[in-house]
């Protein structure tokens, strides 16, 4: 072995066996590292709108009808007599037995007036009654309510008139509301839409804002949206929808619904 060969070599075996007698003696050598990391947590962040305006093809029908009588049996078979004639004759009208619905089923006591007895003795009008007897309320059941409510879903729209008029020609003496809005499948695309717009808006405002304000846009970073349906409403009323001798046809006006929706749009910035 040459000269040139021996040297290096008696010095790498000389480095490795002071650095053995060094870890038995001081333990492993400590190593120690230093990770920085940095997180941008200031954000741009710009809203846009997108609004589309449409007209509702189904009308939401809460109707019903309560009834009174002397006892239970007696309220539950008028009202239900009422309720079985309405949904037959709904459905002879085209509306599907599935969009008729049973929302509200109540059944209430009637009583009569309080009646204030003094050890069993009724109150007589001008009768004095003693401070030191105590009045007793007693109260009797004399009837009952029973109250029931249906939801209908028509569609197309025009139905509408008819099925108010259906109700109420077989006794629904009860319209709580008709709310309008839209097929499902159409309201999804209406929502797209609305959408890709309040995305297109935002991108416009955050390109302008930032060429304004000397930034420049990196990516976005977050997404945010906000959805408003704006529905229509119609009709009303209680539990006393009143019978004319020759009722004129129900008129109802749908009006136009709109779909709202606001994106907000989070950058990343330099």
């Not at 949904?87 to 209430?108: C, Q």
Request: charged share 20%.
């Amino acid at each position: 072995m040459s000269r040139d060969i021996r040297i290096p070599l008696f010095a790498t075996i000389i480095f490795f066996f002071v650095l053995f007698l060094y870890t038995r003696l001081a333990g492993p050598i400590p190593f120690s590292f230093n990770v920085i990391q940095t997180t941008k947590t200031n954000l741009f962040s710009v809203s846009g709108t997108g609004k589309v305006n449409t007209i509702p093809d189904t009308a939401v029908i809460s109707a019903g009808v309560t009834s009174n009588a002397t006892t239970v049996d007696s309220a539950k078979n008028q009202s239900d007599t009422v309720i079985n004639n309405i949904v037959a004759e709904l459905k002879k009208l085209g509306i599907d037995e599935k969009n008729i619905k049973t929302t509200e089923y109540n059944v209430v006591p009637e009583y009569n007036n309080i009646d204030y007895s003094f050890d069993g003795t009724p109150i007589t009008e001008g009768r004095i009654v003693p401070p030191y007897i105590t009045p007793v309320l007693s109260q009797k059941i004399i009837g009952y309510t029973v109250t029931q409510n249906l939801q209908v879903k028509v569609k197309p729209i025009d139905k509408a008139n008819k099925a108010v008029d259906v109700i109420t020609a077989n006794g629904g003496n009860i319209v709580n509301q008709i709310s309008f809005t839209i097929d499902d499948n159409v309201r999804k695309n209406l929502e797209n839409k609305a959408r890709e717009d309040a995305i297109k808006d935002a991108k416009s405002k955050a390109e302008k804002l930032a060429s304004a304000a000397g930034m420049n846009l990196v990516k976005v970073v977050d997404v945010q949206e906000s959805y408003y349906p704006r529905y229509g409403y119609g009709g009303g009323g209680g539990n006393d929808v009143a019978k004319a001798e020759a009722p004129a046809p129900t008129e109802l006006n749908p009006g136009e619904t709109a779909i709202e929706i606001t994106v907000t749009l989070f950058y990343e910035t330099r």
